[in-house]
C-alpha cells in the first residue's frame, strides 16, 4: 500500500479542521504505521475537542496492549484517558451513558474476540438511542478493537466478526486499510454524531509505514475508496485484505489483466454506487474477506451486485473467504486466512467465463 | 504495597513466608504430601520456564506464566477427586497436570495445536482453559447444576483472576451457586494485577472473598502462596459441596511474578521494587524451607529433583516439537458431529487450495 493511491473519491476532508499546535506524536519523518496512525488521531481528537474521552482497558499507564493509546495519559491526564475495570459491557454501557450527555467516549476493546459482551449494549442500545427518542437523545460514541488473524494470537483472539455489528441497524462499521485511512477515518468516526464501530486490522497495525499529516483532516465515512483503477475486473476488499488484494491487482497485471481496487472502508452503511459502478464498467467482481465465509459482509455485497447490476455481469461474483468454521488455533491459521494465489485464482476464474 | 496474606489472624494459613510452621498441620498433611506437592510446584516452575524460553526462541506462540502461583494450582489439584470436574482458566497448568494432562499438551496448547485439549483420565470431563474472561464461570455452575440434578456426589472447580471480578458472569455465576445452592468452588487466583490494572482500580472492597457476601455464598480468603492452605481450604469447600452445603468463593492471595503473559513487559507499569518484595513470599521456597528445617529435603533430594524434572520436561518438549502436524482438514473436522454439506464442501475447497499450493512450492507453513 502507498500514500499516493489513485482514487475516484479523493480522500478529501469532511471533519472540521481546527487550528491546533503541531503535537509531538509518532514519529512521522519516515512515516507512520496504521497503529501509530490510530495514536496520531486519538491524540488530534483529545486537544481539539474536551468532551473527548478514551477509556478501556490497559489503555493508560500501559498505553493498550498494542500501544494504540501510547503516550495518552501522559499528555491529557487520568481524566480523559481512563483505565476501566475489566468489563466490556460495562465499557460498552458506559459510554453510552457518557455520549448521550454530550460527551465523546472512544472505547477500545482490548480484541474484537472479546467484544461479544457488548453486543447487548450496540444493538439493544448505542445502534438505537437516537430513533428510540425520536433524536432527543444520541450516542457519538467510538467502540475501536483490533481484529483478524495472522499474529499466532492465542484462542478468541484471531475472529473476524464484523459482519455482527455490521447487521446491526444505527451502527456505523468502519474498517481502516492503511495509517492514513486509519487516522482520517477515525478523526471522522469520532466527529461523528452516531455510534461507530471502528475495526482495525491488527496484522497490518505495524506491516506499512505512510507519511500522515496531522492536519485534523477526516476523511469521509460512508464511501469506498477505490484504490487502483482498472477495466477487467474489480477486486472489492477491506482491512488487512486490501493488502493481499493490492498484491493480487499487481500479479494479475503481470498477466495482462487490469484489476480494480476498491476497499470498502465503511462496510454498513455500505457505498454501493461506488461499487456498483466499477462492476458495471467492469463485468466481473471477486470480493475478499478474512471472515468466515456465509452471511458476510462478501455475501451481502454480492447479493447488491446480482440486485442492481445482474445485467453488466458477464461472469458470476466470486467470494474469497474464510470458512465456516472457528479460526484455528495460530499452528493451523495460515490454512484458514484468504492468500494472494486464491485471489489470483478467482480472479482468473473469473476472467474465464466468456 | 500489593496485598499480602500471611497468616493474618483469622486467616488460613500454615506454612508462613520464612518457611515456618503457624498453624498446626491438617489431617492428611503427611511429610510424604509435603514432598510430593513441593515436587510438584518444582515441576511446574520448571515447566513454566521451560514454556516462555520456547516462546523467545520462535519455537512456541504467546504463553502465559504461572510463576508465583505454583502454590493455588498445586493444592487445588491435591485436593479434588478423580470425578470432580475442573473449570480452570488460563493459568492452571499446575493444576492440570495433577489431573493428568501432559506437560506436552500443556505446550501443545500454547504453541496453537488444538490436539493439547484431548484430556484423558481424571480431567475427561474437564474444561480446555479459558481465554476470555469470567465467561467460564458459568459453564461451572451450569456442570454444578447437572451433578446437583443428578445426586451425584461430585463438585467443580472454577478458577479465575481477580481482574475477572469485575466481569458481570463471574457475579451471575455466583449468584446462582448461592440461590440453587450447587456444589461449586470458585478459587480467586488474586495474583493482584489484571494486566497493567492492580487490583486497587478493578474493586473497591477490601477483600475478593467478601464478594461472596452479596451472592449468599461461603467464603473464605487464604495465603495463595502457602499450598497446605489452599488445600486445606479446597479440600473443605469440596466436601461441603459433594454433601449438598452449598458452594464457597476462595480468594487465594498470591502474586504475579512474571510479565502477564510473553506479550507483555509488566516493566512498563510495575515497580521492580514491588516484584522483588514479592519473591519474599515465595510459594515454592517456604516449603522447600519448611521441609529442609524438618530434615526433610536435602540438597541431594533436591539435586535429583532437579535433574528428573529436567528429563521429563525435555522429553516433553522434544514430544512437543516433534508432533506431526495436524492433519490439514483438522479444523474443519470437529465443528459440527458430522459434517454438513456446505463444509463438506469448503473442505474440498481447502484441499484443492493445497494440492495448488504444494504444486507451486508450498507456502501454507506459518509455525
Ligand atoms: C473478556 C476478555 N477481555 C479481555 C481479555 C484480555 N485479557 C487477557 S488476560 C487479562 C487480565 C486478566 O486479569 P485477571 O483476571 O486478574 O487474571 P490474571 O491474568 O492476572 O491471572 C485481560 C484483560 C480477555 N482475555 N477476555
Known amino acids: 500500500m502507498t500514500a499516493n493511491t489513485a482514487s475516484k473519491n479523493k ?126 437523545l444520541s450516542c457519538p460514541m467510538v467502540l475501536r478493537a483490533p481484529f483478524g488473524g495472522g499474529i499466532h494470537a492465542p484462542e478468541h483472539h484471531s475472529e473476524s466478526t464484523e459482519a455482527m455489528f455490521a447487521h446491526m441497524p444505527g451502527l456505523r462499521v468502519v474498517i481502516p486499510s492503511s495509517p492514513t485511512r486509519a487516522y482520517g477515518l477515525l478523526l471522522s468516526a469520532i466527529r461523528n454524531p452516531d455510534p461507530v464501530v471502528f475495526l482495525e486490522p491488527k496484522r497490518i497495525y505495524r506491516m506499512v509505514r505512510q507519511q500522515v499529516v496531522d492536519d485534523g483532516q ?55 454506487d461506488t461499487i456498483r459502478r466499477s462492476v458495471e464498467k467492469t463485468g466481473r467482481c471477486v470480493v475478499i474477506q478474512e471472515a468466515p465465509r456465509s452471511f458476510g459482509v462478501g455475501s451481502e455485497i454480492s447479493a447488491r451486485i446480482a440486485e442492481e447490476a445482474l445485467l453488466y455481469l458477464r461472469a458470476p461474483v466470486q467470494r474469497v473467504a474464510g470458512y465456516d468454521t472457528p479460526m484455528p488455533y495460530p499452528g493451523n491459521e495460515s490454512l484458514y486466512m484468504p492468500s494472494v494465489a486464491d485471489i489470483v485464482d478467482a480472479a482468473t476464474a473469473t476472467l474465464e467465463n466468456a | 504495597m500489593f496485598d499480602v496474606l500471611d497468616q493474618t489472624p483469622g486467616k488460613l494459613g500454615f506454612i508462613d513466608a520464612h518457611g515456618k510452621l503457624v498453624n498446626e498441620l491438617p489431617d492428611g498433611v503427611s511429610i510424604d504430601w509435603l514432598q510430593q506437592s513441593y515436587q510438584h510446584m518444582v515441576r511446574i516452575r520448571q515447566l513454566d520456564k521451560k514454556a516462555v524460553a520456547l516462546q523467545r526462541t520462535g519455537q512456541m506462540h504467546t504463553y502465559p506464566s504461572c510463576l508465583g502461583q505454583e502454590a493455588i494450582g498445586t493444592g487445588i489439584g491435591m485436593a479434588m477427586q478423580d470425578a470432580d470436574v475442573l473449570v480452570p482458566y488460563y493459568r ?21 495445536d488444538e490436539r493439547g485439549n484431548l484430556f484423558e483420565g481424571a480431567a475427561v470431563k474437564d474444561f480446555p482453559n479459558c481465554v476470555p474472561i469470567g465467561t467460564q464461570m458459568s459453564h ?63 474493586t473497591a472492597t477490601a477483600t475478593l472473598a467478601e464478594k461472596a457476601l452479596a451472592v449468599g455464598i461461603d467464603s473464605i480468603q487464604i495465603d495463595g502462596n502457602d499450598v497446605v492452605a489452599v488445600f486445606q481450604a479446597v479440600r473443605n469447600a469440596l ?129
Not at chain 1, 454501557?93 to 472512544?106: H, K, L, N
Not at chain 2, 524438618?294 to 520436561?313: D, F, H, N, R
Request: proline share 3%.
Open chain 2, 239 to 367: 466436601t461441603r459441596a459433594r454433601s449438598g452445603k452449598g458452594g464457597t468463593l476462595i480468594e487465594a492471595v498470591s502474586y504475579r511474578l512474571s510479565d502477564h503473559t510473553t506479550a507483555d513487559d509488566a516493566t512498563r507499569y510495575r515497580e521492580a521494587s514491588e516484584v522483588s518484595q514479592a519473591w519474599e513470599y515465595d510459594p515454592v521456597k517456604r516449603l522447600q524451607t519448611y521441609l529442609h528445617e524438618l530434615g526433610q529435603w536435602t540438597p541431594a533430594q533436591e539435586q535429583s529433583l532437579l535433574a528428573e524434572v529436567k528429563q521429563s520436561i525435555d522429553k516433553a518438549v522434544a514430544d512437543y516439537l516433534n508432533t506431526a502436524p495436524q492433519a490439514a482438514d483438522d479444523f474443519m473436522a470437529y465443528v459440527f458431529a458430522a459434517m454438513p454439506q456446505p463444509l463438506q464442501a469448503q473442505r474440498e475447497r481447502l484441499l484443492a487450495r493445497l494440492e495448488r499450493d504444494n504444486a507451486a512450492g508450498g507456502n501454507c507453513d506459518d509455525s
Open chain 2, 140 to 202: 461451572a455452575a451450569g456442570i454444578a447444576a447437572a451433578m446437583k440434578s443428578r445426586g451425584v456426589k461430585q463438585a467443580v472447580v472454577a478458577n479465575c483472576g481477580d481482574g475477572a471480578t469485575s466481569r458481570g458472569d463471574v457475579y451471575e455465576a455466583l449468584n446462582l451457586v448461592g440461590v440453587w445452592q450447587l456444589p461449586m468452588v470458585a478459587v480467586i487466583n488474586n495474583n493482584q494485577w489484571a494486566i497493567s490494572v492492580p487490583r486497587g482500580l478493578q
Open chain 2, 92 to 112: 492452571d497448568q499446575a493444576t492440570q497436570v495433577l489431573r493428568g494432562v501432559s506437560m506436552q499438551q500443556i505446550l501443545q496448547v500454547w504453541g496453537g
Open chain 1, 218 to 272: 477526516g476523511l469521509p465515512l460512508d464511501t469506498c475508496f477505490t484504490l487502483r483503477e482498472g477495466t477487467d475486473l474489480t477486486l472489492v476488499s477491506w482491512g488487512a485484505m486490501v493488502h493481499e488484494t493490492l498484491l493480487a491487482a499487481k500479479q494479475l497485471e503481470e498477466i495482462g489483466v487490469a484489476a480494480e481496487v476498491i476497499d470498502v472502508a465503511t462496510i454498513s452503511p455500505l457505498d454501493m
Open chain 1, 11 to 136: 480522500e478529501k476532508a469532511v471533519g472540521k479542521s481546527r487550528a491546533t499546535n503541531a503535537r509531538p506524536g509518532a514519529d512521522n519523518v519516515h512515516g507512520v504505521t496504521l497503529v501509530e496512525a490510530i495514536n496520531l488521531a486519538l491524540r488530534r481528537a483529545l486537544s481539539d475537542d474536551p468532551d473527548v474521552v478514551v477509556l478501556g482497558e490497559d489503555i493508560g499507564i500501559n498505553g493498550g496492549v498494542f500501544r494504540a493509546t501510547l503516550g495518552l495519559r501522559e499528555a491529557f491526564g487520568y481524566k480523559r484517558v481512563i483505565d476501566t475495570p475489566l468489563a466490556e459491557a460495562l465499557i460498552a454501557g458506559i459510554s453510552v451513558g457518557m455520549a448521550s450527555q454530550g460527551m465523546r467516549p472512544v472505547a477500545e476493546i482490548q480484541f474484537m474476540g472479546f467484544i461479544n459482551a457488548t453486543v447487548e449494549q450496540m444493538l439493544c442500545h448505542a445502534g438505537r438511542l437516537r430513533n428510540r427518542t425520536r433524536g432527543r
